[in-house]
């Protein structure tokens, strides 16, 4: 009955997304009456180690574009301007998934890793129309996110690791709010196999993975498609890895039969 109670509480905890930064436990001690402090701070440490594990591998991704500024003068001059977001490190030589809008009519492009360290980037190629972009930074032994295996669950907890204040990451509890969705994109493209979540809402949080308790990439999360209700959409981890394991080798295919959202890779031109 505990258990059961406090999967309950957690998925209304979850829906009130109160973001945390260093300290997950914040977000579920509210519980610790209902559950007991002893199983709390058991669920509590367990997500705060999944942060943990895959924090290293969430990097910040800087684009630069150029723009218009109009001067005092009314005469209008050229202005570069940066755009952070984040993005995950799927192979250790350097490779890196991003929200397509972090690669398109971009003047600059760099990543900066955990430590701290500024490295430009290039693109490789798009995940077909998924909203999601593969980067390549010349840089080798990255810690690399692991994709989750196995079979997902409907109210399953997840972790979103997201920008921040600032330039900062941070981290928000939620649950998967469906599984197997099929949605128009923004330019009317199909996209499915899509999962739902409550955990990151933002249209800025594209490209932000979704955690399970192990600390392994879930889902990563896509601006392709509209928000529905206040949930967002997000590719499974298979589908992102497979896509871009595909972009690296320079190869592109259309979907299979079963493959689900399977993108069709593009390469960059």
Do not use: H
Request: charged share 20%.
């Amino acid at each position: 009955m505990a258990q059961k109670v406090l999967k309950a509480r957690m998925k209304r905890l979850a829906v009130r997304a109160a973001r945390v930064t260093g300290n997950v436990a914040r977000q579920l001690r509210p519980l610790a009456p209902v559950v007991g402090v002893g199983l709390l701070e058991a669920c509590s440490e367990g997500l705060v180690t999944a942060v943990e594990v895959a924090r290293p591998s969430v990097v910040q991704v800087q684009a630069t574009r150029q723009t218009t500024a109009l001067e005092s003068s009314g005469r209008s001059s050229p202005k570069l301007v940066a755009e952070w977001g984040v993005g995950v490190i799927v192979d250790p030589a350097g490779l890196i998934v991003t929200a397509t809008r972090f690669a398109r009519d971009v003047t600059g492009l760099g990543v900066r890793l955990d430590n701290e360290l500024l490295l430009p980037a290039e693109v490789l190629g798009t995940l077909g129309d998924s909203g999601l972009a593969l980067l390549r930074v010349e840089a080798a032994d990255l810690p690399a996110a692991a994709p989750a295996e196995g079979d997902l669950r409907m109210g399953q907890l997840v972790i979103a690791l997201g920008p921040g204040p600032g330039r900062s990451v941070a981290a928000t509890l939620g649950v998967i709010s469906g599984i197997g969705y099929a949605a128009r994109g923004r330019n009317g493209e199909l996209l499915e196999g899509l999962l739902l979540t409550d955990a990151a809402r933002s249209r800025g949080l594209a490209g932000t993975p979704l955690l399970d308790p192990q600390g392994s990439v879930v889902a990563i999360l896509t601006e392709a498609v509209a928000t529905a209700s206040g949930l967002g959409y997000a590719v499974p981890a298979q589908v992102v890895w497979r896509g871009a394991r595909m972009i690296a080798a320079g190869r592109t295919r259309p979907a299979r039969a079963g493959e689900g959202s399977q993108p069709n890779a593009r390469l960059a031109s």
